[in-house]
């Protein structure tokens, strides 16, 4: 399936790649780019969130949050290997990107119990190292399963299939129903945060822990619920980022979570819509960086954005408090 | 004094090595307010966080209602019905009014109990009603310790500890805040008051206990120790009004 239209795909990711081909007109150039860049935004919108909940409630930047992400693609990729002997369609891809995340939850979870939580009162340093600890480690296992190899994964899923404007451009039903999702997750958790109980609580610890203890909220259980919902983030990104690019490596986490840390600075570390906001426009950025000065520049790009920002605006776009230097 | 409600016996406390609390001990009853006194860095504070949980002992026992809780986490205890109102009110100044109150009712399930306690807070402070939805760091120190205190009221205390409700707060207003101490106690819930402002805490208080770097030194009811020149010369400074 995937084999048959490569042709095609070979053209799209021409158009993609921001085409230095006089074939497309500017109206077509920007609308595709538009596309790259919201969908592109979408995932570092999605492992930003995690970043800045996590930095939110507990100052830590959590550097092995990219590498959930990479730890979700891989075990979707996984799951849908196991899963595609019965069901190979959306259902079955469905399934194994639920499985990485409720999967990655556990994990991040896990990793805020054993790793961090013994750090809660030690030095920030000890916190930040021990999350770099973490990140080789996710790193290094992938990398052992697989050999350090590219996996390739390849599922019913059409990615050619989809709307088409004119004939060079379109958006696929993959990339409608990415971006749908992320919007969905997002109005979700904003509903959480702002109506329950215990987003609330996430909102109050940020700023006052013994406070909330003195409410009576379990502040330990909070912090592990962020852990959870962020890492359930990341691996959806991750797990929409196989199906989307249709390769899986041990490494892919490490550049993301540069970029989502990014996003989350640009929006203001710590706050929720910021993390959406700040991926969503670092996304478009760089889409427009590409188009611009050349695909090559995209990452040279970004961090010039993440430097500007925390010269000229530490506390990015909704951010309040400064950020501590460490 | 009807049933003692709070019991503490030869409690300690350090940070680090250094020891805040050198074995104190004391006792509230179900229909009192008592009052903790003491001046500056005396342990008042370490006292009320050791007995909410927010501190552990090093030695001694808190038995509440019965229950030792010596050992129990902070939000355990006020599962119990023992709410502390720390120093410097800390209320949370990034969420709204209303949503600072939910958040004192964080361990009730039932939302229709936690609109009507909502509505009583309201109608005990019709500031806070008219505010509700504001940020909770735009209120005047006085609104805020208001909140502070309807914050406490949402979980329906069957004991407060209030940590200097006075701080910072414009004389006039401190006449506000004995006169809602007042009325919760009168209403039945017993308080232990830990205050700084001797005039106004003995003022309010049955019994008091004066604190000296970590050890009660002295203790009486509050009208004798009010009238002792020694409490006020010694231990206390003097009153600011
Ligand atoms: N977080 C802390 N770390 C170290 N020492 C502290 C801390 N908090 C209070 N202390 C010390 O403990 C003693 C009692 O403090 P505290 O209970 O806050 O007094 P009070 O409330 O009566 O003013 C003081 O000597 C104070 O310096
Ligand atoms: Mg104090």
Redesign the interface.
């Known amino acids: 399936m995937l084999h048959n239209s490569m042709t095609e795909k070979q053209l799209y990711a021409n158009i993609k790649s921001g085409g230095e081909n006089s074939l497309f007109t500017t109206y077509e150039i920007i609308f595709q780019q538009l596309i790259n860049g919201l969908i592109q935004g979408s995932f570092y919108a999605l492992v930003a969130l995690g970043f800045s909940m996590v930095y939110g409630i507990i100052k830590l930047i959590n550097f092995a949050h990219g590498d959930i992400y990479m730890t979700g693609a891989f075990i979707s990729f996984v799951a849908f290997s196991i899963i595609a002997s019965f069901s190979e369609g959306v259902v079955g891809v469905v399934l194994a990107v639920i499985a990485s995340m409720l999967l990655c939850a556990a994990i991040g979870f896990s990793i805020q119990r054993i790793a961090y939580k013994p750090l809660f009162d030690a030095p920030r340093l000890s916190l930040l190292i021990t999350a770099v600890g973490v990140s080789l480690i996710l790193q290094n296992t992938v990398m052992v399963i697989t050999n350090g190899q590219f996996m390739f994964f390849h599922s019913a899923i059409d990615n050619m299939a989809g709307v088409r404007f004119g004939e060079n451009i379109g958006i696929s039903f993959l990339e409608i129903a990415m971006m749908l999702i992320t919007a969905v997750l997002m109005i979700i958790l904003t509903l959480f945060i702002s109506k329950t ?1 215990w987003g ?2 996430m ?2 610890i940020s ?2 822990k ?10 330990s259980k909070v912090i592990g619920l962020t852990f959870m919902i962020g890492s359930a983030l990341a691996a959806i990104a991750g797990g929409m980022a196989v199906i989307y690019y249709g390769q899986v490596h041990f490494f892919m986490g490490y550049i993301i979570g540069m970029k989502a840390f990014t996003a989350a600075v640009i929006g203001g570390i710590g706050s929720i819509p910021g993390a959406m906001v700040g991926g969503l426009l670092l996304g478009l950025l760089e889409a427009a960086g590409t188009q611009l000065i050349g695909s090559e520049w995209k990452d040279v790009f970004a961090f010039g954005i993440l430097i500007a920002m925390l010269i000229f605006r530490p506390n990015g776009i909704f951010g ?1 408090t400064t950020i501590e230097r460490m | 004094m009807a049933e003692v409600i709070l019991k503490v016996e030869n409690l300690q406390a350090h940070y680090g090595k250094i020891a805040a609390l050198d074995g104190i001990s004391f006792e509230v009853g179900s229909d009192q307010i008592v009052t903790l006194l003491g001046s500056n860095g005396a342990g008042k504070s370490t006292t009320l966080k050791t007995i909410s949980g927010l501190m552990s002992a090093s030695a001694g026992k808190v038995t509440f209602f019965g229950e030792d809780i010596t050992k129990l986490h902070s939000h355990e205890i006020v599962q119990r019905g023992m709410i502390h109102l720390p120093e410097g009110r800390r209320i949370f100044k990034d969420l709204t009014v209303l949503e600072n109150l939910e958040l004192g009712s964080f361990t009730l399930k039932d939302d229709a109990e936690r609109k009507r306690r909502i509505k009583d807070v309201f109608d005990r402070f019709p500031r806070l009603g008219e505010r509700q939805k504001q940020l909770g760091g735009t209120l005047s120190g006085g609104e805020q310790q208001m909140l502070a205190i309807g914050r406490g009221l949402m979980a329906k205390p069957k004991l407060l500890l209030m940590d200097e409700p006075s701080m910072g707060i414009a004389p006039l207003i401190v006449k506000d805040i004995s006169n809602i101490i007042r009325k919760l106690h009168a209403e039945g819930t017993p308080i232990l008051l830990v205050e700084q402002n001797s005039k106004m805490a003995l003022g309010l208080a049955d019994y008091g206990y004066v604190l000296d770097t970590g050890k009660i030194v002295l203790e009486g009811k509050g009208s004798d120790l009010i009238n002792d020149e020694n409490v006020t010369k010694a231990y206390l400074g003097v009153g600011e009004s």
């Open positions: 109980m609330k609580a909102r109050a700023t006052d013994d406070a909330c203890r003195l409410m009576g909220i379990n502040v309040k």
